[in-house]
């Protein structure tokens, strides 16, 4: 799992060809692991391959049937957002609302703004800011999502839906 581990961190950071490289070591080393599937699949959704992406994600959940109980829905929505699927992408990030993660009503907002649903993408707004820790840097996130992205037309894609709820980036 340490090759997974340091690849999840080096694909966080933007290094994509390295993070590729360790996380195929760790597919190598034991190709049925629901934890290094996982990474694999978030790999593959910001290279490029939203629908292999797709396809892992439910590769680990046949693996381990009870896994969709801490393998990330979020897989999915993101790799649907790359692929243009917004309402999918919601669908996704509705299994997460359970979590108290706030950054999942933003991602929502994001989708819904793509799609045209103002109204919604305000409610899902209004809940976003209300999660929000007091000394949060919005930034910070924007940051690190973008710099997931490998190709420029994903992040440009995600600047593009950031700015539709109306951040300044």
């Given at each position: 799992?340490?090759?997974?581990?340091?690849?999840?961190?080096?694909?966080?950071?933007?290094?994509h060809?390295?993070?590729?490289?360790?996380?195929?070591?760790?597919l190598?080393?034991n190709?049925?692991s629901?934890h290094?599937?996982?990474?694999?699949?978030?790999?593959?959704?910001?290279?490029?391959?939203?629908?292999?992406?797709?396809?892992?994600?439910?590769?680990?959940?046949?693996?381990?049937?009870?896994?969709?109980?801490?393998?990330?829905?979020?897989?999915?929505?993101?790799?649907?957002?790359?692929?243009?699927?917004?309402?999918?992408?919601?669908?996704?990030?509705?299994?997460?609302?359970?979590?108290?993660?706030?950054?999942?009503?933003?991602?929502?907002a994001?989708?819904?703004?793509?799609?045209?649903?103002?109204?919604?993408?305000?409610?899902?707004?209004?809940?976003?800011?209300?999660?929000?820790?007091?000394d949060?840097?919005?930034?910070?996130?924007?940051?690190?999502?973008?710099?997931?992205?490998?190709?420029?037309?994903?992040?440009?894609?995600?600047i593009?839906?950031?700015?539709?709820?109306?951040?300044?980036?």
């Amino acid at each position: 799992r340490s090759h997974s581990a340091y690849g999840a961190a080096l694909r966080m950071l933007g290094s994509h060809v390295l993070a590729r490289e360790h996380i195929d070591r760790a597919l190598a080393l034991n190709p049925n692991s629901v934890h290094v599937l996982s990474q694999h699949a978030m790999l593959l959704s910001y290279t490029g391959d939203p629908q292999g992406a797709i396809d892992t994600y439910h590769r680990t959940i046949k693996l381990d049937p009870f896994g969709e109980s801490y393998i990330k829905p979020e897989i999915l929505a993101e790799a649907y957002y790359n692929m243009r699927r917004y309402a999918d992408s919601n669908a996704a990030l509705s299994k997460m609302l359970k979590l108290p993660i706030f950054y999942v009503h933003q991602q929502m907002a994001i989708n819904y703004a793509q799609l045209g649903d103002m109204d919604a993408c305000s409610r899902s707004m209004e809940l976003y800011r209300a999660g929000l820790p007091e000394d949060y840097d919005e930034k910070l996130l924007f940051d690190s999502h973008i710099r997931l992205c490998a190709r420029q037309e994903d992040r440009q894609h995600w600047i593009e839906g950031y700015r539709l709820i109306g951040m300044d980036v």
